[in-house]
């Protein structure tokens, strides 16, 4: 008996680790299948001692379109018209996005075709993006009747409001250079997304861990704050990042001139 293909593939290759959207025949739809599947390699990877970075690319024509429509349709002949299963995706797709911020490790979404809807706020929610030529992104539902209004959550943290509000109001897919301009990915990889990616992940994975921990978990907290409560909060995770390991010997190794050896 052939086994059944892994929703999600990762491989772990020095200090990073590329989780591979594997499902091409459903354009790496989400699924409750595929939401669970990269939930549990998110969880794996949080406390793996030799990850520093998380790569997320995908196979296939589509980077993710979002929720699987006919998987949400099917239960529209639940007793409650599908109600209870429709709130239990949601729940499952919002904890992912969230799951996605509170990683430890910075996560890079590596976007080489359309990222659609929820597909579009998978990448929305990574830290970085990196674009392939190819690449576009939209939030359609106003085109099938349904605004997305969980995918407008990551977006409208990740772009300007009125531009969030022109992808969610109008449904028009956007390229990768304009995805660049707006700010929903970093930049435009000529070479692919994986390969832009992969450098980018390379450049972070030798910094110190422990700094970028502290300084991801920091970020985020302090981005909802006022800006005095904003100020309190960096400055008390400077102090416990300038009494940990790698900053005695990051500073060490500065004012020695020398390359410094994480912990």
């Known amino acids: 008996m052939i086994p059944p293909t892994e929703p999600v593939l990762i ?80 729940r499952a797709c919002s904890a ?71 992808m969610l109001l109008t449904g028009v897919p956007i390229g990768a250079e304009e995805a660049l301009r707006i700010g929903l990915v970093n930049r435009v990889s000529p070479d692919g997304a994986r390969t832009g990616a992969r450098t980018l992940a390379d450049v972070i994975a030798a910094k110190s861990p422990a700094a970028i921990r502290y300084g991801k978990r920091a970020f985020y907290a302090q981005r909802e704050k006022p800006l005095a409560e904003a100020y309190d909060l960096a400055s008390a995770v400077m102090v416990d990042n300038m009494l940990a390991g790698d900053a005695v010997e990051g500073i060490a190794a500065f004012l020695e001139k020398r390359a410094p050896v994480w912990d």
């Open 11 to 90: 491989e772990i290759r020095d200090r990073v680790a590329t989780l591979t959207l594997n499902s091409p025949g459903s354009r790496n739809a989400l699924s409750h299948a595929m939401l669970a599947a990269l939930s549990k390699r998110l969880d794996e990877i949080s406390s793996h001692p030799d990850v520093r970075v998380v790569l997320l690319a995908a196979e296939g024509p589509a980077f993710c379109a979002g929720h699987d429509l006919k998987e949400l349709t099917a239960r529209r002949n639940d007793p409650d018209r599908g109600r209870a299963f429709f709130a239990e995706t949601m």
């Open 96 to 166: 992912l996005m969230q799951q996605i911020v509170a990683l430890p490790q910075p996560v890079i979404a590596a976007v080489d075709e359309m990222a659609t809807a929820a597909g579009c706020q998978l990448v929305a929610s990574c830290d970085l993006a990196v674009a392939g030529p190819r690449a576009r992104f939209c939030t359609p539902g106003v085109d099938i009747g349904l605004f997305c209004a969980t995918p407008a959550v990551a977006l409208s943290r990740a772009v300007a409001p009125k531009q969030a509000m022109a």
